[in-house]
């Protein structure tokens, strides 16, 4: 519950489940608010990716459940989630390599039946870079771009949800910081920012709300200031 009692915008609350016989969530609770940033950090193994993709359907739970805007969602299939608006970008293998960058916007907006055209002019004004590329095949582009790419592509859909499975894997310390930037920038249009991410310190720095997954159970929650500065946190998690 939120401060005004009124319940989070989104949570997964008490998520148990795993793939096959063995539970890799044990317990966890991630819940995020309109408009919010919230990380999922931990380490390898902790069930970060597993705790996002159950939020978006893509893993039953044994127990638990998820909630969208106070509306129980559990039981959807990842496209149902779609047009209630989340959109999920997975780590790898994110955008159509074949297809141009205009073309990738594009087939993020095929839920839609109305013009698409000004989203995908904020999709160009947010990552100027895909504008000049338009006409290249996405597969041509460099690894930070093509996170552009699949952050542009899941906006087409005008989600209130956005999913980020570790958008700066394998990119540079500044395209990293790039990418936060605009991830800041979508977070200011109200969308709801949830993501996962193996660089924490960075991550926690731009977050209102941080997790710390170990063995698919809450060991840590707090803003992501509070995490930065919790002793046990810095030392165990960031390095020191």
């Known amino acids: 519950m939120t401060s005004t009692g009124a319940p989070p915008f989104l949570i997964g609350e008490a998520m148990v489940g795993g793939y096959g016989g063995a539970d890799i969530l044990n317990g966890c609770t991630i ?23 159950a939020m978006f359907g893509m893993l039953d739970l044994r127990t638990g459940g998820v909630r969208l805007g106070g509306e129980d969602i559990t039981r959807l299939r990842p496209q149902e989630r779609v047009a209630k608006g989340m959109a999920f970008v997975p780590q790898t293998e994110n955008v159509f390599p074949s297809m141009t960058v205009e073309e990738n916007l594009e087939m993020g907006a095929f839920l839609r039946r109305d013009d698409f055209s000004p989203t995908m002019e904020q999709v160009y004004s947010l990552f100027p870079v895909l504008k000049d590329k338009r006409r290249q095949p996405a597969g041509e582009l460099s690894g930070g771009q093509r996170q552009q790419v699949a952050v542009g592509r899941a906006l087409m859909t005008e989600p209130s949800v ?6 700066t894997a394998g ?20 969308v709801t920012v ?37 002793p046990e946190v810095r030392s165990t998690f960031l390095g020191g």
């Open 31 to 53: 819940a995020v608010e309109k408009g919010e940033i919230a990380v999922i950090v931990g380490p390898n193994g902790a069930g970060k990716s597993t705790a996002m993709k």
């Open 162 to 167: 956005l999913l980020l499975d570790e958008p």
């Open 194 to 230: 949830l993501m996962v991410e193996q660089n924490a310190r960075q991550a926690l720095e731009i977050a209102d709300r941080g997790y710390v997954l170990v063995q698919g159970a809450n060991r840590f929650t707090g803003s992501g200031k509070e995490l930065l500065t919790d």
């Open 171 to 190: 990119v540079s310390p500044i395209v990293m910081d790039e990418l936060f930037d605009r991830i800041i920038d979508v977070a200011r249009t109200g």
